[in-house]
């Protein structure tokens, strides 16, 4: 799985004690900033082993333009979970093109699809919709990987706010390399490289995720708007 690591030859068999081992990737990664993390991560482990996603919400242009200025033929994930908006699957095409993405898509198993769609699972049980159309078929490709590049940020919510960089959960290993982004350091990075946006943040919306879920508002106040419920389940 590993490589090499910054400026000498890292052997994770030294670090038996799997604390040990996510501390000292912490503390190297923890000075550096998100593009210069993702250097190193991509000279310390081996492509065939990193899983990366996108949602190609209003932020993961920012993530996918790093990776793609690094690693142009890295594999991109996008969970289509059929319940997108429009302007969503309009922004995927033309991210898609711009950054030339090697980009694949997953969907959830039909049957189970098909019954979410009929019996309305989001209105009556908002975790059984994300884990039928979301967890579920992410959880098949991430079988097959052993670290994950995920775009979360520490200000987008509570739990994220207690992430570290690299986060051990279950059978994979997690990287956040813009974990400590701030919004300004979010908006100025899209207003110097002039990213086209999803056209639903100039309708108000501020985090995107199914059109079910989703309504208009600042951060994530919109998402699961009434409930409790603050992620898909995916990252947790």
Same mark, same amino acid.
């Given at each position: 799985?590993?490589?090499n690591?910054?400026g000498?030859?890292?052997?994770?068999?030294a670090?038996p004690?799997?604390?040990?081992y996510?501390?000292y990737?912490?503390?190297?990664?923890?000075d550096l900033q998100p593009?210069?993390?993702l250097?190193?991560? @991509?000279?310390?482990f081996? /492509?065939?082993?990193?899983l990366?996603?996108?949602?190609? !919400?209003? $932020?993961? =242009?920012?993530?996918?333009?790093m990776?793609?200025?690094?690693?142009?033929d890295l594999?991109v994930?996008?969970?289509?979970?059929?319940?997108? @908006?429009?302007?969503?699957? /309009?922004?995927?095409?033309?991210?898609?093109d711009?950054? !030339?993405? $090697?980009? =694949?898509?997953?969907?959830?198993?039909e049957t189970?699809?098909?019954?979410?769609?009929?019996n309305?699972?989001?209105?009556?049980?908002?975790?059984?919709c994300?884990?039928?159309n979301?967890?579920d078929?992410?959880?098949?490709i991430?079988?097959?990987?052993? =670290?994950?590049i995920?775009g979360?940020?520490?200000?987008?919510?509570?739990?994220?706010a207690?992430?570290?960089?690299?986060?051990?959960?279950?059978?994979?290993?997690?990287?956040?390399?813009l974990?400590?982004?701030?919004?300004?350091?979010v908006?100025?990075?899209k207003?110097i490289?002039?990213?086209?946006e999803?056209?639903?943040?100039?309708?108000?919306?501020?985090s995107i995720g199914?059109?079910?879920?989703?309504?208009?508002?600042?951060?994530?106040?919109?998402r699961?708007?009434?409930?409790?419920?603050?992620e898909?389940?995916?990252?947790i």
């Amino acid at each position: 799985m590993v490589k090499n690591s910054i400026g000498n030859n890292f052997n994770p068999d030294a670090y038996p004690d799997r604390l040990d081992y996510l501390d000292y990737l912490h503390k190297n990664y923890s000075d550096l900033q998100p593009e210069d993390r993702l250097k190193e991560f @991509f000279n310390l482990f081996d /492509e065939k082993d990193i899983l990366l996603t996108t949602s190609f !919400g209003s $932020n993961s =242009i920012v993530l996918l333009s790093m990776v793609s200025k690094i690693k142009p033929d890295l594999p991109v994930y996008f969970i289509d979970t059929g319940y997108h @908006f429009e302007e969503t699957y /309009e922004y995927k095409e033309l991210i898609k093109d711009q950054l !030339g993405l $090697n980009l =694949i898509e997953i969907h959830p198993e039909e049957t189970k699809h098909q019954f979410t769609r009929k019996n309305e699972t989001w209105i009556a049980n908002h975790d059984l919709c994300c884990m039928v159309n979301k967890v579920d078929p992410l959880e098949k490709i991430k079988r097959n990987h052993k =670290i994950w590049i995920s775009g979360l940020m520490a200000h987008q919510n509570a739990n994220r706010a207690g992430l570290r960089i690299f986060e051990k959960r279950k059978d994979i290993l997690k990287f956040h390399p813009l974990l400590d982004m701030t919004r300004e350091e979010v908006s100025l990075y899209k207003f110097i490289y002039q990213f086209p946006e999803n056209r639903l943040i100039h309708k108000g919306y501020s985090s995107i995720g199914c059109i079910h879920c989703t309504k208009k508002g600042n951060g994530r106040e919109g998402r699961w708007a009434g409930t409790d419920k603050t992620e898909c389940g995916i990252h947790i």
